[in-house]
């Protein structure tokens, strides 16, 4: 005899697309509420009382908010960062996390290297200068940009995004490859078009020789506040530096400090300690900085395949099933 599978309580924190949206409240009670919207709080509370599962990303689910949960058995996070999450609370409490790892590794590679084009080919200051109407003669020196191809790229974090910024860097611009990650990547058995394009260096060797350093790292422990004045201090004169991974991994006054006393050229960054980017902070219009809003997986492609991604993985565990992507907990 077939039983009709329960519904559960599912409570969505972020807009999901309508097609995923219709997949849970297909098999699901579905409470949608934003809690960054004052509006939409109560109704994000009352939900939370009662909810199986939650879906969403870009807020903060700590101990207090999990302790307003005490039916929650899954958080499937519509990212693959999980800095949002407090990690030893869901362990603790044997609560689930998924997220989206995959999806977004060659959109998120995308924007960076298009920050590295970006910053060493001036293009957001040129082409703002042509909107202004500046052009009215050939350009001169002053206004020339740096080649990347052939540069050396030095990247810090070699996971699947640092891996796919490397192929861009070394098949595509000829760009020899340092890496610096935990340990070194059997780049033969695992990533065999970068073999001999790529190799594993140390900290304060890749910043001494790299000319365009990206950092891919996402928020630990381990990697709050890398680069810090040392850091950037120990950057080649005229080098560049490139954060698609997390604000909170760069001292941002260190930063400013190497832009503005230093001999770093140019800084692009699509995160930031605080997001969004404070009205105050000089990182917004600093003339050496071309600032983007946390975009690296935002195309209409790629969003849409972490809904589905994120959808499934909520389903599955509701469902009692093994979900696609599990992050692995911290022993709780
Ligand atoms: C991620 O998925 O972690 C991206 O940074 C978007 O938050």
Redesign the pocket.
């Known amino acids: 005899m077939s039983t009709t599978p329960t519904r559960q309580q599912v409570l969505v924190f972020r807009e999901l697309p309508p097609d995923q949206l219709a997949r849970l409240q297909a098999q699901h009670d579905v409470t949608v509420a934003n809690p960054r919207l004052l509006e939409q709080l109560p109704a994000f509370r009352a939900a939370l009382a009662t909810a199986d599962g939650l879906i969403g ?2 807020y903060k689910v700590d101990a207090a908010l999990l302790a307003c949960a005490p039916q929650l058995k899954v958080i499937s996070s ?4 999980v800095d949002n999450y407090d990690l030893q609370a869901l362990a603790a409490r044997g609560i689930m996390l998924c ?2 790892p995959g999806v ?1 590794t060659e959109t ?1 590679a995308d924007t960076v290297f298009s920050l590295i084009m970006a910053t060493s080919r001036r293009l957001v200051e040129l082409a703002n200068w042509v909107r202004e109407g500046h052009w009215t003669s050939n350009i001169g020196e002053d206004l020339f940009g740096w080649d990347v191809h052939g540069k050396t790229l030095g990247i810090l974090g070699f996971g699947r995004i640092g891996q796919a910024v490397a192929r861009r860097g070394a098949l595509g611009f000829g760009m020899p490859v340092l890496y610096h990650s935990r340990r070194p990547v059997d780049l033969a058995k695992d990533a065999p078009e970068l073999a001999g394009k790529a190799s594993h260096t140390p900290l304060d060797e890749l910043l001494q020789r790299a000319d365009i350093v990206v950092a891919m790292l996402p928020l630990s422990n381990e990697t709050r506040g890398l680069m810090g004045a040392r850091e950037f201090g120990l950057m080649k004169p005229g080098a560049i530096f490139v954060n698609g991974g ?1 604000g909170a991994t760069v001292q941002e006054t260190a930063l400013l400090h190497a832009l503005n006393h230093g001999t770093l050229r140019a800084a692009g960054l699509d ?1 930031f300690a605080t997001e969004p980017l404070p009205m105050d902070s000089p990182l917004r219009t600093h003339p050496k900085v071309t600032a983007l809003p ?1 975009i ?2 935002a195309t209409f492609e790629t969003r849409h395949a ?1 809904a589905v991604l994120a959808t499934s993985n909520l389903l599955q565990v509701l469902a009692g099933e093994t979900p696609q992507a599990v992050f692995e907990l911290p022993p709780g």
């Open positions: 990303s870009s519509v990212s693959v960062g997220h989206t977004l998120t997390r995160v946390h690296g997986s972490m």
